[in-house]
C-alpha cells in the first residue's frame, strides 16, 4: 500500500491559493486544505432547527448566534468555517 504524504502550507500560502477566493467550503487544519461538498438538504434543515434553538438561547443570555459562511481564525494553521457559533457578551465582543 502506498504511504500518503502531506503537504503542509502556511496561513499566507492558504489565501493565495486560487481555490480560497472561489470557494465557500474550504479550511485549512493543521496546515492541510480541506474543501468540503455543498450540504444537502436533510443537513439544512438540521443545521436551522438547532440555529433557531441557539438563537433563542444566546438572546436570553444577552449574546447572539451567527449562521455560516464566516471564517474563524484559531491559530496560523487552523482557519475554520463553522456552520455556525454563538458570540456572548462577556467576551467583549458585542
Known amino acids: 500500500m502506498a504511504e500518503k504524504i502531506l503537504t503542509r502550507i502556511t496561513a499566507e500560502e492558504y489565501f493565495q491559493l486560487p481555490e480560497y477566493a472561489e470557494r465557500d467550503l474550504?479550511?485549512?487544519i493543521d496546515g492541510e486544505?480541506?474543501?468540503?461538498?455543498?450540504?444537502?438538504?436533510?443537513?439544512?434543515?438540521l443545521v436551522r432547527a438547532i440555529l433557531l434553538m441557539l438563537t433563542q438561547i444566546a438572546e436570553e443570555l444577552g449574546g447572539e448566534a451567527i449562521p455560516a459562511p464566516f471564517e474563524v481564525k484559531l491559530d496560523d494553521k487552523m482557519y475554520l468555517n463553522p456552520i455556525f457559533s454563538t458570540l456572548q457578551k462577556t467576551h467583549n465582543v458585542l
Open 26 to 28: 474550504i479550511e485549512l
Open 33 to 45: 486544505v480541506i474543501i468540503r461538498m455543498p450540504p444537502v438538504l436533510k443537513h439544512q434543515r
